[in-house]
């Protein structure tokens, strides 16, 4: 794998922000002007994002604050109302076209979808969008019709019509390497929480994307599962993978993330170095959020 | 019972079964097949943000419903040949058993399609899949469980219901039953004679339902 940052030793200069980044070209994701509002009510409002190769972010922030939909939208699961995001799909060295390749036609080119386009983004942009990026979620959303295998093989085969014996074999690498070599034909409700998200994580890995999105990942969890879903994130972010996670684990975002992100209100409020956001927050409703949060009694 | 009355129930039985296996059984499974097909299209119909898509299937599923099944076959039956549309009895009935179908398991699959969580649309998204795709893979077979129950009942009493094609010339069970009784005049043995058949067949039926419930429920927790 290639040499990355280690989570230990997060980049000390902020790697997005209003003009700061410093290369564009190792933005693998960008998010500029993200604009969102449910009827009357604006969930987000003119949100910047860029996520660098390799690297990850988390958000953190109250409940309601837009987190979420800032995830949801990157998967085209939720429709902005305005701004734009690109995912590129530069392939940075043959490790990486092993563990990330999409689809190789598209290598190197820029999907930009404008949500601010008078028609609204076409379904062929976002399918684009989905096609780079893939979400674990934090209910698993598992097929429940379908076994353990069957789940991870359902994008890769159905989908992307890749030869069902080269996938399968990726798949049952995939499930031994996250533990669950003698699951591969259970159903989803024979597992525990821990090992349904661990499926839903190799689901996601086995679509080859770009990018990882991870939704509260251990929120559904019982408190004893949920070491072994973030060590599993952690071993993904060690690998390279680029990710943007939003949770509730400050412990686990300050370790793992090369960047944390505060939304609130529909803003980002502050963001950059973890141990500065977390432990000197430069912002009065960052330092009261980590304290509500630290002090719940 | 006489031994003459049981030598009647033997002779009558006969026919009687035969018109169970050439009228009732065929006729109830092309109907309900069709009926099938056509209540997934009205229940699609149903759930499409096109509003006068949902619009026309509402207003149809209103009239199958709020009408008698009797009144239906007999408007396909008796009333469109003065339109100039003669339709034989059997396809007679095929239609108009359909369209009832149709109506009653339309809202039966439009249920079972919102019962599924919407985490299962966005997952199949997730994975790539077209919003055709999802239905077909995912959301539909998590619906199929749910409706089975419902629906079986929808067909038991497509089953019962299948009688009424007697009074258009049908030749089915219970019209065999008329014929023999008519010609017999022993009514209350030959009529009981047809309930009897048409109750082991619904129990067949739902043996049936049972082994398909358990079949579809084996990936469920219990």
Redesign the interface.
Known sequence: MSPIDTPLDPPTEPQHGEGTEPAASAALLTVRGLRKSFGSTSVLESIDLTVARGQVLALIGPSGSGKTTILRCL???ETADGGTITITAEVADATQVAATPGDPSLAGTAITVDFGAVKGPSDKSL?AL??RS??V?Q?Y??????TVLENVL??PV???RRPKAEVTAEALALLARVGLADKTDA????LSGGQQQRVGIV??LA?RPQLLLFDEPTSSLDPELVGDVLRLIKELAIEGWTMVIVTHELEFAREVASEIAFVDGGTIVEHGDPRQVLRNPREERTRQFLHRLLNPF | MTQSNWDLALSALGPILMGAIQGTIPLALVSFALGLVLALVLALMRLSRQRWLSAIARVFISIVRGTPLLVQLFVIFYGLPSLGLLIDPWPSAVIAFSINVGGYAAEVIRAAILSV?Q??W?????????RR?ALT??IL??AA?VSVPPLSNTFISLVKDTSLASLILVTELFRQAQKVAAFSQEFMLLYLEAALVYWVICLVLSTVQGRLEKRLD????H
């Open positions: 998967n085209g699961l399918a989905r096609d893939a979400m979620f209910n959303n598992l097929f429940p019709h379908k359902e994008g159905v989908v992307q159903f989803p409700f024979e689901r996601a679509l | 969580p985490g299962q966005e997952a199949a998204w997730m994975v790539g899949m077209s795709k893979r995912i077979p998590q469980r084996r990936y469920v927790a």
